[in-house]
DNA sequence: ATAAGCATGTAAGGAGTTACATGATTCT
DNA sequence: AGAATCATGTAACTCCTTACATGCTTAT
């Protein structure tokens, strides 16, 4: 499945939550999906303008060139779900923190510390913003045959940013005990 | 922090355990760093050649084009310092997965348990993968004082595979309480 | 010898981000 | 009147991937 395909993909998706203008589109995709999943600006107006092409998508209301929602056509539910059928490209992890503490030999315990609180720190706001989403999910009426497949991301958001917590604490715990032995202190990292 | 700066901290970083030919390096941020980190092919020449154009690595033993290992510079050595201190930039999150299950309600709860299953055996065979590299990290001599850093990256990913698994139990466990309520079932998905 | 793996690169093209540009509407 | 926000787009640029191209070395 190449790239575009999956912003295509995420338009379609969003589309099929309820008809919005692109603007809309971007804050959804920003707030709503954005623990998973992240679409440039510059991608998402030109996406729309295909699929209007291709007769996916269609303007509501005035045909003026502002303020129109996009919503779904039939033909445009049938291609979202023929992208959703097609199994996902796997991603190419880049996470910059691993990055760093693999070689933390070169920075030294202590920088390493700090990484990893930051990253903790994160992720409890991360706990917190589910927690919020979950809320506001609920509140919102309409959506009761989506809101099931929405608290599976959200669940997985949380299951990710408890893991996080878990492994730094457990992660300076262990930077703690290299202190003590010595084996790893600082100014020894060369 | 630049993109471009990322995978010059990667090639510094991997050339910081040890010199090495520019095969080896792919090999080894496949292999080693590829659970959270990945470099493309046409990247890794490039960077050392650049590398090189600064002074930042060196060319050891024949200078013959092949078969020559990179090592760092003192200088190279600081660069990788200045970079490591460097604030991570923030990925953007592309998780396929998760985009499919939020628009879950388009394919049905049969076809979500699916990807789910898939993502769980993923997870599962990380879990071995991780094992086997902490038993071959251990094995491995001379490189005691990266050994902890090395774990902590390790251990990252066993938290998250956890993490995965846990996850995947319990939404199993809803979608499968969904279609008993009969809110959700197969062919009232719209 | 010949196949597998080691080794080094380039070039084309696609994907994605950012900055720029413009104007309407709504709130204060 | 002015500020904030809504709304739509474009263009340049960077990044990255993929496919291609070449030749050496080592084991069978």
Redesign the pocket.
């Known amino acids: 499945m190449?790239?575009?395909d999956?912003?295509q993909m995420a338009v379609l998706g969003a589309l099929s939550i309820r008809p919005m203008?692109?603007?809309?589109l971007?804050?959804e995709i920003r707030s709503t999906l954005g623990h998973f999943w992240?679409?440039?600006?510059?991608?998402i107006?030109?996406a729309?303008?295909e699929l209007e092409r291709q007769d996916l998508v269609e303007r509501l209301g005035s045909s003026d060139?502002?303020?129109?929602s996009f919503a779904l056509t039939p033909a445009g539910n049938a291609r979202l779900r023929d992208l959703l059928g097609e199994p996902a490209e796997p991603s190419?992890p880049?996470n910059g923190l691993l990055l760093r503490l693999f070689f933390g030999r070169q920075i030294g315990p202590d920088a390493c510390r700090e990484l990893i609180l930051e990253a903790r720190e994160k992720a409890e706001q991360q706990l917190a913003q589910m927690d919020a989403a979950r809320s506001g999910l609920l509140a919102d009426t309409g959506l009761d045959r989506d809101i099931p497949y929405f608290l599976l991301t959200i669940s997985a958001g949380e299951h990710s940013a408890r893991a996080t917590i878990a492994w730094a604490d457990e992660a300076l715990a262990s930077l703690a005990a290299l202190d003590e032995d010595g084996t790893v202190g600082l100014g020894t990292t060369d």
């Open positions: 190449a790239r575009s999956q912003t203008t692109g603007y809309a971007r804050e992240s679409e440039s600006f510059g991608q107006y030109p729309l303008a060139s502002r303020s129109s190419r880049r």
